[in-house]
Nanobody, 124 residues
């Protein structure tokens, strides 16, 4: 059974940094294309970033480019999201998602597995 477990969320001031982690178990980590989504209060899920199975290719939504970095560590079966220069509008529950295969999409129904989410709150 595939499980995704996020950690690293919390409360941070504007301009601060956080690093989210997502540990994957139950299947070979390198078989998954991985992504981060977020759900701001009262809004739908939105795509944040994705990374290819072997890691060289990354994709970001425009609002986080230059501030967020997605990465993966195959030895630790873990996905990361380094978030710098955080803004109040980054406040959301952040979810990691996995899909078996080599492609990605920015829609939630494309992804096979999801974590439980971790809250990120950025105070102004």
């Amino acid at each position: 059974q595939v499980q995704l477990v996020e950690s690293g969320g919390g409360l941070v001031q504007t301009g601060g940094s956080l690093r989210l982690s997502c540990e994957v178990s139950g299947r070979t980590f390198s078989s998954f294309t991985m992504a981060w989504f977020r759900q701001p209060p009262g809004k739908e899920h939105e795509f944040v970033a994705a990374i290819s199975r072997s890691g060289p290719n990354t994709y970001y939504t425009d609002s986080v480019k230059g501030r967020f970095t997605i990465s993966r560590d195959t030895a630790k079966n873990t996905l990361y999201l380094q978030m710098n220069s955080l803004k109040p509008e980054d406040t959301a529950v952040y979810y990691c998602a996995a899909r078996v295969g080599t492609t990605y999409a920015q829609t939630t129904d494309y992804w096979d597995y999801w974590g439980q989410g971790t809250q990120v709150t950025v105070s102004s």
